[in-house]
């Protein structure tokens, strides 16, 4: 598997030593959940988390989604668990900008000294000196990317790269006008926003950093489709033989370069499913099919969410 892993290339981030693998792995579902309240708490199963983890990187996984919001603390906690001492090709990437509500609920948390302490936060929890990319995650709407200046934390965050605690910065849940702010601030190495087949708003941005060597990276490769979206995309994987996440990743990978996916789960099973979309390759006919699914707004996209 580590050689098929390796099938759907690397991406170099810009202005850095680090290369990795355009399939990665996202960290979130490692953790817990206590009644109403997601990504909390330790996860039923820590030796299976702990076994997806290094069953990843294994397979050929050299790049790592995380924060220390999530559980908060248990996703990193493990993270250390299963992978400390870390391989020289392991690029952890993790995100600020947000902390947890006794609730549960997700609070900004934009502030210096918020920031300073996430950063501190990921760092023992990791186990680590110094962090290799930390997104600065907006959160002006828990609805999705929002308007509003990101100057104040990302210049937080500037500071701390200076100082040697992180080594790149990228930015996540932001506006194209917030990606331009930030990267007169700071050099960017990625973005993090959820897209998907159904949510292609950033179709522009992703030409844009792709053109400028910056990577993209979608979170929720299933989140928020139509019914009617949803039985094209089965209808899609029923032909090619393959699960519709696989499709549904299998279709971001060859939507462009730059493009970094990090597939989250906490079951083996599903990993191993995850990881083989690297050798699925989509044939135009399907593709065009795929890319013409109607968009969230459209008429169509309207139908299909009554049907």
């Given at each position: 598997?580590?050689?098929?892993?390796?099938?759907?290339?690397?991406?170099?981030?810009?202005?850095?030593?680090l290369?990795?693998?355009?399939?990665?792995?996202?960290?979130?579902?490692?953790?817990?959940?206590?009644?109403?309240?997601?990504?909390?708490?330790?996860?039923?199963?820590?030796?299976?988390?702990m076994?997806?983890?290094?069953?990843?990187?294994?397979?050929?996984?050299?790049h790592?989604?995380?924060?220390?919001?999530?559980?908060?603390h248990?996703?990193?906690?493990?993270?250390?668990?299963?992978?400390?001492?870390?391989?020289?090709?392991?690029?952890?990437?993790?995100?600020?900008?947000?902390?947890?509500?006794?609730?549960?609920?997700?609070?900004?948390?934009?502030?210096?000294?918020?920031?300073?302490?996430?950063?501190?936060?990921?760092?023992?929890?990791?186990?680590?000196?110094?962090?290799d990319v930390?997104?600065?995650?907006?959160?002006?709407?828990v609805?999705?990317?929002?308007?509003?200046?990101?100057?104040?934390?990302?210049?937080?965050?500037?500071?701390?790269?200076?100082?040697?605690?992180i080594r790149?910065?990228?930015?996540?849940?932001?506006?194209?006008?917030?990606?331009?702010?930030g990267?007169?601030?700071?050099?960017?190495?990625?973005?993090?926003?959820?897209?998907?087949?159904?949510?292609?708003?950033?179709?522009?941005?992703?030409?844009d950093?792709?053109?400028?060597?910056i990577?993209?990276?979608?979170?929720?490769?299933?989140?928020?489709f139509?019914?009617?979206?949803?039985?094209?995309?089965?209808?899609?994987?029923?032909?090619?033989?393959?699960?519709?996440?696989q499709?549904?990743?299998?279709?971001l990978?060859?939507?462009?370069?730059?493009?970094?996916?990090?597939?989250?789960?906490?079951?083996?099973?599903?990993?191993?499913?995850?990881?083989?979309?690297v050798?699925?390759?989509?044939?135009?006919?399907?593709?065009?099919?795929?890319?013409?699914?109607?968009?969230?707004?459209?008429?169509l996209?309207?139908?299909?969410?009554?049907?």
């Open positions: 598997m580590h050689q098929e892993v390796c099938k759907a290339g690397s991406f170099a981030l810009p202005g850095s030593s290369r990795v693998n355009r399939m990665g792995y996202g960290a979130m579902q490692l953790a817990g959940r206590d009644g109403n309240k997601l990504v909390w708490g330790p996860p039923r199963d820590v030796d299976e988390a076994a997806v983890l290094r069953e990843a990187v294994a397979s050929g996984v050299n790592i989604d995380t924060s220390d919001y999530y559980g908060p248990v996703t990193n906690q493990i993270i250390r668990r299963a992978l400390s001492p870390y391989g020289d090709d392991l690029v952890i990437v993790t995100k600020v900008g947000a902390r947890r509500g006794k609730d549960g609920s997700w609070i900004p948390a934009f502030s210096r000294e918020e920031l300073m302490g996430a950063v501190q936060d990921n760092l023992r929890n990791l186990g680590l000196d110094a962090l930390v997104n600065l995650r907006s959160l002006f709407s609805h999705g990317p929002a308007e509003g200046s990101i100057e104040e934390p990302l210049t937080v965050l500037a500071e701390l790269q200076q100082k040697g605690l790149h910065i990228g930015l996540s849940n932001v506006t194209p006008a917030q990606v331009a702010e990267r007169r601030i700071v050099p960017i190495v990625c973005v993090q926003n959820q897209y998907n087949l159904a949510h292609r708003a950033d179709d522009a941005l992703i030409a950093l792709a053109r400028d060597g990577a993209y990276v979608p979170f929720f490769p299933l989140g928020g139509t019914p009617l979206q949803s039985t094209a995309l089965s209808e899609a994987a029923s032909h090619l033989v393959a699960t519709p996440m499709v549904a990743l299998a279709w990978l060859q939507r462009s370069p730059n493009i970094l996916v990090i597939p989250g789960t906490s079951s083996l099973k599903h990993l191993r499913e995850n990881l083989e979309a050798t699925l390759q989509i044939p135009a006919k399907v593709l065009a099919d795929l890319d013409s699914l109607p968009q969230p707004g459209s008429a996209a309207a139908a299909g969410s009554e049907s």
